[in-house]
């Protein structure tokens, strides 16, 4: 059955009239006639019977009378639902995060979005950058915080920031190089890194024509921090991933320079499914709170400084 036939139906049993009805819905009555007629045929009974005063429902039009206004009473609390659905932030959101930012990042995300969408379920799921891109192409993630992915036409990208990437070891150990090191300088030492860290540098290294030597990859910020804060190792890292570790002196950093090396993080949705309310608020938190991420070492040298002080 149409509404839009229940509806011109109810007006006519309502009023009484197919003139006042006509003139009421701004329709011809010649027109609602023939509706009212259809809707008959359909259901294979007589709804409405005209008299001397005027048009009166049959036992099946009282029926549908009754039923009707509860349907499209209903068909209205649909409308208004699905529209307050559409503009008010309700649902599940899955959003993935490199290891590298998801310690230090998450946390200010999750705290975002419960305060301005009570109504978001939100997952934070970790993954290097490459299988990011790849989970949010096959929709397995709705959003993801990673490095830039290049020209992708699948996705829409919001840029948020370039992160420095530092030269990271034991404090004993980084003391003698000082608050900066040439990136041509590291080609003098022994390095471990993680695959997705190495890609970003390479650029930086091709273009200047230098090797590093890298004796290790380790896929695991956590395993890199623990063989650095035993002295083992030295690797280049995200500087938020070591902000709070170096804050605390637990290890030790030197701000690469000639050139800066850094990674460009952004924010990126799959451009080919729907964006609902959910993800735009979501994706709006991240944008808001890339402040709160320490992407640079100057926090760190002040901090530094005034312990100096101090002593």
């Known amino acids: ?19 006042k009805a006509a003139r009421v819905l701004n329709i011809a009555q010649p027109a609602l006639s023939r509706q009212i007629q259809a809707l008959e045929h359909e259901l294979r009974v007589q709804l409405l019977h005209r008299s001397s005063r005027g048009v009166e429902t049959t036992d099946a039009g009282k029926t549908l009378l009754k039923m009707g206004e509860s349907i499209l009473a209903y068909a209205d609390q649909i409308r208004e639902s699905v529209s307050r659905v559409a503009v008010t932030p309700a649902g599940n959101v ?5 290891p590298s930012i998801s310690a230090v990042f998450a946390a200010s995300v999750i705290d975002a979005t419960q305060r301005s969408c009570p109504e978001v379920t939100l997952r934070i799921t970790e993954g290097l950058s490459v299988f990011l891109e790849e989970w949010l192409n096959m929709g397995k993630i709705d959003i993801a915080v990673m490095t830039h992915p290049g020209d992708v036409p699948t996705l829409n990208v919001v840029e948020l920031c ?11 150990d980084m003391a003698a190089l000082g608050d900066t090191i040439e990136l041509k300088r590291l080609g003098e030492m022994p390095l471990t890194i993680a695959h997705g860290f190495k890609l970003i540098v390479e650029p930086f290294t091709r273009a200047r024509g230098i090797e590093l ?7 695991s910020i956590a395993i890199i921090m623990e063989t650095i804060t035993r002295g083992l190792v030295r690797s280049i890292l995200p500087y938020a991933s070591v902000h709070q570790a170096a804050s605390r002196g637990k290890v030790g950093i030197a701000r690469i320079v000639d050139p800066v090396v850094t990674r460009p993080l952004v924010v990126a949705i799959n451009g080919r499914r729907p964006l609902t309310a959910a993800i735009e608020a979501v994706r709006d938190a991240v944008v808001d709170k890339i402040g709160e991420l320490v992407v640079r070492p100057e926090a760190y040298r002040s901090r530094k400084a005034v312990g100096d002080l101090d002593h």
């Open 1 to 19: 059955m149409d509404l839009k036939q229940i509806r011109y139906f109810i007006y006519v049993a309502n009023l009484g009239s197919f003139n």
């Open 94 to 98: 899955i959003i993935g995060m490199p």
């Open 162 to 172: 370039d992160e420095e990437m530092v030269l990271v070891g034991h404090p004993r």
């Open 213 to 219: 030597n890298y004796v290790m990859e380790l896929d």
